[in-house]
């Protein structure tokens, strides 16, 4: 039992004097304050840059909403030149389309005389054989006028006659007068004077018509 007590009282007088404890404490202590002086000093380096970080943060700020306005400007110049490109296109197709309407205006005077013609010879006069001369010239009108509608509606003209009782429209048709006229609607057609044309979809000569209207 002494033996005992006494090998207890010389293990905790090695380690109390044990010189690696000793050492360790001094160098835990060092470490503590190393550490608590590193961020104290990490601390005045940012106290002393923020000045700059303020600066450079502003410099990155204005160039930033330059590049914004720089990439804005560039995106409303593609989008100009866009519509630009569209817009050049199309009056080069409108220029291809509608380049002959001047000719087109006045190639319609003679389509208008040619028809006249065929219509002004009587029909006994033409399907009897009394006069076959007659007959011959008539036929050669009709396939002249023929032959013109065929040019014509090569080149996207084509004869705009509105029927007896079609809804006036003011788009296609010229109204020369008004009447009150039986059996028809107000704002009808009553009677086509001269027919119309148009090229490509687009009115070129509107149809000279008169207009029903209520009595």
């Not at 007896?164 to 008004?178: C, I, M, S, T, V």
Request: proline share 5%.
């Amino acid at each position: 039992m002494a033996s005992w007590c006494v090998r207890a009282v010389r293990q905790s007088y090695y380690v109390a004097a044990s010189p690696s404890l000793i050492r360790a404490s001094p160098r835990l202590l060092c470490t503590a304050a190393h550490q608590k002086s590193g961020q104290g000093s990490e601390e005045d380096q940012k106290a002393e840059q923020s000045p700059a970080e303020k600066a450079l943060a502003e410099e990155k700020g204005q160039l930033e909403e330059q590049l914004k306005e720089v990439t804005d400007k560039y995106t409303r110049s593609l989008a100009d030149m866009e519509n630009l490109r569209t817009r050049s296109q199309k009056m080069v197709e409108d220029a291809k389309k509608y380049g002959i309407q001047g000719f087109c205006k006045d190639l319609l005077e003679v389509a208008d005389i040619l028809e006249k013609a065929t219509e002004s010879v009587p029909k006994e006069e033409v399907t009897s054989q009394k006069n076959p001369h007659l007959k011959n010239l008539y036929d050669g009108l009709v396939m002249t006028e023929t032959q013109v509608q065929k040019v014509f509606a090569k080149h996207g003209l084509f004869k705009l006659n509105p029927d007896r009782g079609q809804k006036f429209d003011p788009y296609e048709h010229e109204a020369l007068f008004h009447a009150p006229v039986e059996g028809k609607e107000p704002g009808t057609v009553a009677i086509v004077t001269k027919v119309g044309y148009k090229l490509h979809g687009r009115t070129l000569r509107p149809a000279l018509v008169g207009v029903a209207k209520a009595p």
